[in-house]
C-alpha cells in the first residue's frame, strides 16, 4: 500500500504559525481564538501546546516572524541599491513591498505596531516590536553615517526625524488601507537626500 506524499505538506508548527499570523493580523490577538488558530492550521490543538508553550509564545513568535519577513524585503531590495541614498530609500522600498501584500482583508497598517497596541506595557512582544523599530532606526543611521561620514550626531538625528516620517505614513497608510502615504514619504525622503 502506498504511503501518502506528506513532503509538500509543512510541519504543524509552521502550519500553526501562519494561521496565527493571518488571523492575528485580520481580527487581532485578542480576537483570535485558540481554537480559531488550530481550525485554520488544521492541526489538532494538541499540536499548537506541543510547539508553543502559550498563546502568549505563539505571539511572539508572531512578532519575530513579521519582524523577519520586513528583513528579508529590506534584504531584497538594499541587494539592489547603489548607493547610501538608494540604501536609505531601500528601507521605504520595503515597507511599500510589506503594505501591497495581498492581505485577505486588506492592508491594516503595520502588524507589529497593531499587536504592540493590544500587549500590556512590559509584555515582551511590544519589546521585540520596539527591538524592531529600533534595528530599523539604526539601518537608516547606518546609511546615513555613509553619506555624512565626518558628522554622526547629524546622521543620527537625520535618521529619528526619517524614522519619524516612516512611522507617520505607515500609520496613515494603514487607515487608508493602501501604500500611497509610503510613496509620499519615499518621496520626500528622496528630496531631503539630493542635499548630499
Not at 29 to 40: E, K, N, P
Not at 71 to 80: D, G, T
Not at 123 to 133: C, E, L, N, S, T
Amino acid at each position: 500500500m502506498a504511503q501518502p506524499d506528506t513532503s509538500a505538506r509543512e510541519p504543524a508548527r509552521d502550519r500553526l504559525l501562519q494561521a496565527a499570523s493571518v488571523l492575528f493580523y485580520n481580527h487581532g490577538i485578542a480576537g483570535t481564538g485558540i481554537d480559531a488558530i488550530v481550525a485554520r492550521a488544521g492541526v489538532a490543538k494538541k499540536s499548537l501546546y506541543n510547539n508553543f508553550a502559550s498563546k502568549a509564545d505563539l505571539v511572539n513568535q508572531y512578532l519575530e516572524a513579521r519582524h523577519a519577513e520586513w528583513l528579508e524585503l529590506y534584504e531584497r531590495r538594499l541587494a539592489r541599491a547603489l548607493d547610501p541614498k538608494q540604501r536609505i530609500l531601500a528601507v521605504f522600498d520595503a515597507y511599500q513591498d510589506h503594505a501591497e501584500h495581498a492581505y485577505e482583508r486588506g492592508f491594516r497598517g503595520c502588524g507589529l505596531l497593531n499587536a504592540a497596541a493590544e500587549l500590556d506595557a512590559g509584555d515582551d512582544g511590544r519589546q521585540a516590536v520596539r527591538r524592531h523599530k529600533e534595528q530599523v532606526e539604526d539601518i537608516l543611521t547606518r546609511h546615513l553615517a555613509e553619506l555624512l561620514p565626518q558628522d554622526p550626531a547629524r546622521a543620527s538625528t537625520m535618521a529619528a526625524h526619517i524614522a519619524f516620517l516612516l512611522e507617520g505614513a505607515m500609520a496613515r497608510a494603514g487607515l487608508e488601507g493602501n501604500s500611497a502615504r509610503v510613496v509620499a514619504a519615499r518621496s520626500i525622503v528622496d528630496d531631503m537626500l539630493k542635499a548630499f
